[in-house]
DNA sequence: TCTTCATATGAAGAATGTTTCATTCAAATA
DNA sequence: TATTTGAATGAAACATTCTTCATATGAAGA
């Protein structure tokens, strides 16, 4: 890195790029569900398998960009492979998801993606 | 809402689902780029579409998903539709962005959505 | 009202992303 | 080392999303 304002070039214009490889690897309902899951506890790949009732190639497949975005970190253990959740990026990420959800879509009523808007209209 | 649980079970299940369409929606280079020239005011579609270097058509398209999430507002000024920033939500969202992006991608080497990870690579 | 400027919409082809199936790899254990 | 178990990979079929082009709408002014 040449100096600080080149950095800051970098971080100004780069928020796009870095922003959109962020939200693409999220934007994802198998890679959600594997987040949902591991926020619990960490586990294997079997037992994601099994908690989130998907294939396990579909499992290994959605688990790469994960790991690769630092969202989940993998070790190994004997035979398995336990995948543990960021919590420090993931939590806040969800907590403003969540206000925004409260805020602006508490009836589900102008949201683009429908599926969940019908969980929340049971009044 | 019938009671305390069913929203808190509403909203333990809907993560997902509600995940989705806010990440998906914001997982596009277009919306993203309006939503960095959003960030330094409020901006007629004329005017974000000077900015971006994109096509009208193509802007408006991308707008109407992020104003269907309220990731901005629209208010009509004469002839012109002055978009608006909702810097509550956007803001602490590119925040956390930053802090991941600082902390795990510094050097951009293990990041799925490679583009801007050249940029970083210019030490 | 006719024209113009600003913006939105529809639809089709193009580009990306996802899912599945078959196969491979790698560690543990017999 | 052969076998079994857990997990990753590749490729093709399928699905979704983007981009573009043509057209429509709607407000303002002549």
Redesign the interface.
Known sequence: ??NVS?KVM??K?????????????????TR??II?TLSERPMSVTEIVESIGQEQSMVSHNL??L????FVQVRREGKHRIYTL?Q??IE???E??????E???GNGV???????SE??S??
């Not at 214009?13 to 309902?29: D, E, R």
């Not at 790991?67 to 630092?70: D, E």
């Not at 102008?110 to 969940?116: G, K, M």
């Open positions: 890195m040449k080149d970098m971080v214009q780069g928020i796009t790029n870095l922003c959109y490889g962020f939200f693409s690897t999220l934007a994802n309902p959600l569900a949902e790469r960009p790991v690769q975005c630092n960021n420090e990026t806040p990420l969800l403003t998801v969540q206000n925004h959800f805020k602006y879509c102008n949201c683009p993606h429908r599926d969940w969980t929340s049971m009044e």
